[in-house]
């Protein structure tokens, strides 16, 4: 008979660590018009100064450091985007606009509004100045050489705003590897269909792809079954040609119609690493590897199912270099006893209310077959399996759902 082991979750995460540490899915050139949220595939050195020039960043004079007020003769205006040609004396000032090319000679700004025009030719400077106040130096922001961006990064706004500032039109990251998700299940309809007394409607392709595409994978295909052992197979092998990593949801239990396990015994040509996890929602879970490939088997329950593509997939991501956003952590209170399944570290969610002495953790009830239980928590709380009860008014870590 099919056995479902508790194999421990970081026993489980380190055999996938081990097994799939080679990215075989490559790097790609992409205009960085296209690269919010990609991932660096090297890491950038700057191969400039910026700014190459100091640079102000108010309106105002700039002027030969003095602590005390005083008068200046105003010799010049520089344009923006142009160096004035000029060499500033004691007591002279030349008006700079934000961004302005502070000329040679000038050390500091003084903003406009501490100043005031005494004839068109003679500025009084209501106050002492900060030395080289208000000016960006020559390579303050980057220097060549530095070290700005690490290979890995999930390219934010801030970081494409870096690339920009260096005048990198393109840049090369890691091609988003491919999944193809195959859910399974006689009972399962897909959307446009009628729902019949027993039959359910399809969720796990949905919120998989969700979760997926959020990770920085590229969905090619993704299809919805019947348990039909010989269906299923050619399904594998043709996913198995078109993508990097195949998901299959339902059918990793044991029962009658259950045939995940057996069609990864004989897809798999490195068989099955994994039958079964120590976790809950998630213990009928199976990794398997073709060649360099991750085929992995998900318990149809659409919570288990979320929670185990999380945790495997987004570690198989890690595994090959990609920055994956993990959930929000934060401490919190129990407000009741909470207990761990037998054997399984407890994935147990909770609704969090923030109060002015902290969050609070109020668990909430449901199934692992009922997508609302996630829908109406905030988040969770990780029992772990020994001793299997974290004790109400306890603080401990707690996760936001993302
Ligand atoms: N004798 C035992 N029975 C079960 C065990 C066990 O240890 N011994 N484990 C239970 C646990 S825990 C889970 S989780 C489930 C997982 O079972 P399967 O992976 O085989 O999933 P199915 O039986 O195919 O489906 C379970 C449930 O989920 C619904 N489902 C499936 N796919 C989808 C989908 N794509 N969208 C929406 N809903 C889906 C399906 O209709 C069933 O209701 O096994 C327990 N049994
Ligand atoms: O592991 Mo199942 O996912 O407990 O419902």
Redesign the pocket.
């Given at each position: 008979m099919k056995k479902?082991d508790l194999n421990p979750i970081d026993h489980v995460l380190s055999v996938v660590r081990t097994a799939f540490d080679n990215n075989v899915c490559g790097t790609a050139c992409i205009g960085l018009e296209e690269a919010s949220n990609r991932i660096l595939a090297d890491d950038l050195i700057s191969d400039a100064f910026v700014p190459e020039f100091p640079k102000s960043t108010v309106d105002g004079y700039a002027v030969k450091f003095n602590k005390k007020p005083c008068q200046c003769t105003l010799v010049g205006k520089v344009d923006m985007g142009e160096a004035l040609d000029i060499e500033l004396k004691e007591n002279t000032c030349v008006y700079v606009p934000t961004g302005g090319v502070i000329p040679k000679g000038a050390d500091t700004m003084v903003m406009i509004e501490d100043t005031c025009m005494l004839t068109p030719t003679v500025v009084q400077f209501n106050k002492g100045a900060d030395h080289r106040a208000f000016i960006i130096e020559i390579g303050d922001d980057m220097k060549p050489g530095q070290l700005v961006l690490k290979k890995g990064t999930r390219l934010k706004p801030q970081h494409i705003g870096v690339l920009a500032s260096l005048g990198k039109q393109r840049v090369q990251v890691l091609k988003k590897p491919k999944i193809c998700l195959i859910?399974?299940?006689d009972?399962?309809i897909t959307l446009d269909e009628r729902l019949s007394y027993g039959q359910?409607?399809?969720?796990?392709?949905y919120t998989l792809t969700a979760i997926a595409e959020e990770m920085g994978l590229e969905v090619v295909n993704r299809c919805?079954l019947k348990?039909d052992y010989a269906l299923i197979k050619a399904e594998i092998e043709l996913a198995l040609k078109m993508a990097d990593l195949v998901v299959i949801?339902?059918?990793?239990?044991?029962?009658e119609?259950?045939y995940?396990y057996d069609l990864l015994c004989e897809t798999a040509s490195e068989g099955v690493l994994i039958s079964g996890m120590a976790i809950?929602?998630?213990?009928?879970t199976l990794v398997a590897k073709h060649l360099n490939k991750p085929i992995i088997?998900?318990?149809?329950?659409?919570v288990?199912?979320i929670v185990v593509f999380k945790l495997i997939v987004g570690e198989i991501m890690k595994t090959w270099g990609h920055e994956v956003k993990k959930d929000h952590k934060v401490m919190v209170k129990l407000t009741k006893d909470i207990y761990a399944a037998e054997g399984r570290d407890t994935y147990q969610m909770m609704s969090f209310e923030e109060t002015a002495e902290g969050i609070l953790a109020h668990p909430t009830s449901g199934k692992?077959?009922m997508i609302t239980l996630l829908s109406q928590s905030d988040g969770y709380v990780i029992i772990p399996r020994s001793p299997g009860v974290i004790k109400k008014e306890m603080v401990v870590e707690g996760y936001y759902l993302d």
């Open positions: 479902i859910s399974t299940g009972e399962l359910s409607r399809e969720i796990n392709g919805v348990d949801s339902g059918g990793s239990s044991v029962g119609k259950d995940t809950k929602p998630g213990k009928p088997g998900l318990p149809g329950h659409p288990s199912a692992s077959g």
